[in-house]
Every structure is written in C-alpha cells, then in structure tokens.
C-alpha cells in the first residue's frame, strides 16, 4: 500500500488527471450535503408519507420472507391457482356452450337437482312438516315418477313452441321440495303467488290430487297479474284450483281462507313480498308452513319469522348439468 501511495505521488499527484478526480469527489460531496439538506427542509407531510410507504414495502418483504415465498413462486402459484379457478367452475361453464344453442329459455331456467341436493333437501323438508327423510325422499322419488305429469307438461310446451319458453324436458329443479312439503302436510289450501307458465302451478296440485286419492282433499289457488299465466296447468291438474288474475296483494286480500301452505314467487321486490307475508300473517293455521322462492335474494320470510316468532331454514339447490348456480327455497314452520 505504502508503495502504491509513493508512486501515486511521484508520478500522480500533480497530474490534470488526478486533478479531475479529485474534482469528481468533492462534486459527489457537495451533491450529497444537497440532497440531504433538501430532505430537512422537505415538508413533514411528503417525509411522512415516504416513510410510510418504505416501511409498507418493508413489512410486504418480511411477510413474502415469511411464508416462504419470492417472485419466481409467486408466477408458479398464480398458475396453479389460476388452473385451480378454472378447474373448479369447469362444471358450471362446460354445459353453457350447449345450452345457449340448444335451449329456448331466457328465464326461470328448469333443470333437475343432484342427487345429493334432493337428499339434503329431503333431510331439511323432515324437518320442517316432521316425518322421516325417507318418507321425503320417498315424495321426491314419487314426483319424478310421475310420467301422466312430465308427459303432459312436455305436450304442453311442444304445442306453445318457442313461444312458450321453455324447454320440453319437464325438470323441476326445487319444487320437488315444493311436492314433498305438498305430500307430507297434506293441507288444505295451498297459495302460490306467481304462477307464470304454472309448471310450480302443475306440481302443487299433482301433490293434492294424490293427498285427494288417499283421503285428504286439498284446493290450490295461485295468483298472477299476466293474464296468460298458468298455460301448463292442464287437465287434471286444473280442476284441483284456481288462478286469480290480477294483482297478488288484491287477491289475497279478497281471498277468505286458512292457509296450511304459502309459496311467495311473485313480484320480486323484498318490500311486496314483505307485503304479501304481512297480508296472509292472520291467515295462517297453526301448521301452516311458508315457502320463499326468493331467500337466496332477500331476507324478507327471515325477517318475517323473527317478526312473528317462527323457525327458519334455506336450501340452496345444486343444479345438475347446468351452468346456473341455483336459486333456493326458505322455509319458515312452527
Ligand atoms: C318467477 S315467476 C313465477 C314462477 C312460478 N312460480 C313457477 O313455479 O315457475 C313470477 C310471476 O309473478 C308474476 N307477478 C309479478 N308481479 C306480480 C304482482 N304484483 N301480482 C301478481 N303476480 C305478479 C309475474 O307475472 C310472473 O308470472
């Protein structure tokens, strides 16, 4: 070192080319002295939030650190977990591109249930009417065995064509759990607000003209404001009730009867459909059970068997085949 220092001043020191050096270094200096004289007078606000900032990007290292992870596993696990999305919504979206050229229908889509949905569906139905599953299951079963019902309701969309909406296949999705509520009550007026086409129409009153041959007559009266509602509620299924055209509440109003099962699928506002629970609140009998066909969206029959001291469960379907995730039902019972 002490000769390199020796050269350095014998050959060097004097030199323009030292000189520039030595330029280069106080210039580094004074910029230095600069900077950090500008960084006092920066005002306390920007200091603050540049330190924020620092200390953030500090604790997102130490985090990263942490769990094991850097950059090039963060570009691995975002495929995995991108492969992981897709993988999981396959089922849903797979059915979609036959769909769209296949099916006619444009709203309250029909399809069947998974297997394991109709069985936890049953084990939820027992225990709202109080029999065994298996018997649930067993109405479940038996409504879609009906082939005089499926035969006539899938006549009944071939002849109204496209027009109708619907699909010929006579699927039923969740009022399969609107039937086995039907056959285990065994009530003597059943309500439903918002027939549409009527294929919930036609299910309900399958289940009275059975609970009808076995000794337990029942009348089935629904309400819609279109007068074209109810076109797959055909014979004999017709002649277990009635469709009062017009507005929901009005009906309902007008309409002098106990009611042992209550299904809202009208108007799919929550205040209505609020409405309509309060209307029929006095009209209930002491069995009476209330179906929501809207509880995956509104809290309304929820709301309404905290108001009047009921029970309340939902079910939430599991379509078979379908990219619709399912709608529900809501159920409130004594
Ligand atoms: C979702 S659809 C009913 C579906 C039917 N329950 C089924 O099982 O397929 C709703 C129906 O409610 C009717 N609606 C809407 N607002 C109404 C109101 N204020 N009074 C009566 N019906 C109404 C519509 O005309 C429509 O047909």
Redesign the pocket.
């Known amino acids: 070192m002490e000769q390199i220092l020796a050269l350095y001043r014998r050959y060097l020191r004097d030199t323009a080319f030292a000189e520039a050096g030595r330029s280069v270094k106080r210039s580094a200096v004074r910029m230095r002295e600069q900077l950090a004289w500008r960084w006092a007078e920066a005002p306390d606000r920007f200091r603050a939030r540049i330190g924020r900032a620092r200390e953030a990007w500090a604790a997102r290292r130490r985090r990263h650190v942490s769990h094991g992870a850097d950059t090039s596993t963060t570009i691995r696990n975002f495929w995995y977990r991108a492969r992981y999305i897709a993988r999981y919504y396959w089922p849903r979206i797979a059915p979609a591109g036959h769909w769209l050229l296949s099916s006619r229908e444009t709203s309250?889509f029909t399809y069947d249930l998974t297997e394991r949905n109709r069985s936890h569906l049953a084990s939820l139905i027992a225990l709202v009417v109080k029999v065994p599953a298996e018997q649930v299951s067993a109405y479940i079963d038996e409504l879609l065995a009906d082939e005089q019902l499926k035969r006539k309701v899938i006549e009944r969309v071939r002849a109204l064509g496209r027009q109708g909406g619907l699909d010929p296949t006579a699927m039923f999705g969740r009022?399969v759990g609107w039937y086995a509520v039907a056959r285990a009550l065994k009530p003597r007026v059943i309500i439903?607000?918002?027939?549409?086409?009527g294929?919930?129409?036609a299910v309900l009153c399958a289940a009275l003209l059975r609970n009808g041959q076995e000794g337990h007559p029942g009348r089935y009266f629904g309400?819609?404001?279109?007068r074209a509602?109810g076109m797959l509620l055909t014979e004999p299924y017709r002649t277990m009730g009635e469709i009062l055209y017009g507005?929901?509440?009005e009906s309902l109003a007008a309409l002098d009867v106990e009611i042992d099962l209550f299904i809202n699928?009208?108007?799919?506002s929550a205040s209505?459909e609020a409405a309509e629970y309060d209307l029929i609140a006095p009209k209930l009998s002491d069995r009476a059970v209330v179906l929501a066909?809207n509880a995956h969206v509104t809290d309304e029959l929820y709301l309404f068997a905290q108001r009047t001291g009921r029970q309340f469960l939902f079910f939430r379907e599991e379509p078979a085949n379908h990219w619709y995730l399912g709608a529900g039902i809501g159920l409130s019972f004594r």
């Open positions: 309250n009022r439903e607000t918002g027939v549409e086409k294929l919930g129409a309400t819609d404001i279109d509602a507005d929901s509440l699928d009208s108007d799919h209505y066909d």
